[in-house]
């Protein structure tokens, strides 16, 4: 260890602002000489002195005994015999689990030298998070962990998990059913993460034929083939550099393709096609699939090696039916944004309207809210969405469903007798109806029209497994 000369520690003291030092009982036994211009009090007369005789409103004795540091402090302070106001800080030493003493400091000489150095740190403040913005703007993301609506447990936990991701700089796979909100919370990891002033990309990987999967991911060289961009093509990763990148529906990414992944996550590198130069990227991969990447694997389907490179941090929503506690509040905030789109002035839901709601299963989860309730808006002649209008929306939608399931039912073989026809076409539209309510006997049974106990006994008949 070095040993600082005490020649040097007082230079320090001296050059830190006003400083003074008290013991256990608020004697002074330092001051430095801007303490003594500032108070026009002497070394010679202060030393020995009880902090509180030398200075009014001093508050060292209560940062003594309760052990607990004091900031930005205001009290009235001697001075040629009069009272300027002053801004101090107290910070007990302590030795041992013991308080033994006070230290007593202040970098400005006045509320208006504090004031005018707040006024500059607000401003450079309100720059700075003006500019943080504006780069988040042209980064691409959209939405943060406010925009995802819930408060039931399991979005507790995701809103958690999606601050420790933003935290971490590892690779994050998100899995949901279709329409709980992946890409929204792709955007948040990114949102509140330290590269969310710098680019978020984001790719969709159903939507690329595997063909040109290469190109859009790493860029290509001019002249590389007929067509090619005068000057070449920058790639997503090269575009995400520092950034983030969000591949989406993963799991329909061509086998092909996924070794030159791993290698970009393994080497941090890629190479535009016409190109042997390796061009280094840094940049966050987070993925998304609706469907269980590990069963894909499994299946030989997805790469394995692959999945754990992408699976370091694996987050899952939970589907709506999950979490019926937060439809009244999904409700009420799709409603504030249909109400901006369309025009309208709804103030909300019934509360009928929201039991109903609850009740259902929600395959296609928020998704399936949002559009039920743009729909029932658009029929709505009230400023309130009850639930003569949901149901009206659904008894189009099953009759759809019901109309759908007879034209297919019918499609069965001439060559067989009216009987076995009448049998083969109950048991397919019971088959159907089921499926389409996803298994509710009671729901299937008013869809058919029938009585629970005859659904029953068909289910028994036709030896329907559910």
């Known amino acids: 260890m070095f040993n600082i000369p005490i020649k040097c520690i007082e230079l320090i003291f001296e050059q830190s602002g006003i400083i003074s030092v008290t013991d256990k009982d608020g004697r002074y036994i330092y001051v430095n000489n801007r303490w003594q211009e500032d108070t026009g009090i002497s070394e010679k007369d202060a030393i020995g002195k009880y902090n509180h005789e030398l200075i009014e409103g001093s508050r060292a004795l209560s940062a003594i005994k309760s052990g607990k540091v004091i900031t930005a402090d205001f009290f009235m302070r001697k001075k040629d015999g009069e009272n300027l106001p002053g801004i101090m800080s107290y910070v007990p030493i302590v030795a041992e689990d013991k308080v033994v003493g006070c230290y007593i ?3 400005f000489s006045s509320i208006e030298k504090a004031m005018e150095f707040s006024a500059r740190l607000e401003e450079v403040t309100a720059e700075f998070e003006f500019l943080k913005g504006e780069m988040r703007k042209r980064s691409g993301v959209k939405y943060n962990v406010e925009d995802i609506i819930g408060e039931s447990d399991p979005m507790k936990i995701l809103k958690e998990q999606i601050y420790q991701a933003g935290v971490s700089d590892s690779t994050v796979l998100v899995e949901g059913e279709t329409g709980t909100g992946k890409e929204l919370v792709a955007h948040s990891i990114h949102s509140c993460s330290l590269r969310n002033i710098f680019p978020f990309v984001k790719v969709n990987c159903s939507a690329i034929p595997p063909t040109l ?11 590389t083939f007929t067509g090619a961009k005068k000057g070449g093509k920058r790639g997503k990763f090269e575009i995400a550099h520092l950034g983030s990148i969000f591949l989406d529906e993963i799991n329909q990414m061509d086998l092909l393709i996924q070794p030159k992944l791993l290698r970009v996550l393994q080497e941090r590198e890629i190479e535009r096609i016409g190109s042997s130069e390796s061009i280094p990227v ?24 692959l999945f754990y490179r992408l699976n370091i941090i694996n987050i899952i929503i939970p589907p709506l039916r999950e979490r019926r506690e937060d439809i009244p509040l999904l409700a009420d905030s799709i409603i504030q944004k249909l109400n901006s789109k369309m ?5 909300g ?17 928020v998704r399936e809210l949002q559009n039920i309730i743009e729909r029932a808006m ?17 008894t189009v939608r099953m009759a759809g469903t019901k109309e759908k399931i ?13 009987t076995d026809k009448k049998n083969i076409l ?36 036709y030896e329907i497994e559910l």
């Open 213 to 223: 999967m290469e190109s859009e991911f790493f860029g290509y060289e001019e002249g």
């Open 406 to 418: 007879i034209s297919n039912a019918v499609k069965i073989d001439t060559d067989i007798s009216f």
């Open 343 to 347: 025009g309208r002035e709804i103030e």
């Open 105 to 107: 400091s202040s970098s």
């Open 282 to 305: 840094d940049v966050r991969v987070i993925s998304a699939s609706n469907v269980s990447l590990r069963e894909m694997v499994q299946h030989k389907e997805f790469r394995n090696d």
């Open 378 to 394: 658009n029929v709505c002649i009230g400023n309130s969405l009850n639930l003569d209008e949901i149901r009206k929306i659904e």
């Open 349 to 365: 839901i019934s509360a009928k309207a929201l039991e109903y709601l609850k009740e259902r299963d929600w395959p296609g989860n």
């Open 426 to 461: 109950e048991k397919d539209m019971i088959l159907k109806a089921l499926e389409s309510c996803d298994n509710n006997k009671s729901k299937t049974a008013r869809f058919l029209g029938i009585s629970r106990t005859l659904l029953y006994q068909k289910i028994k008949k």
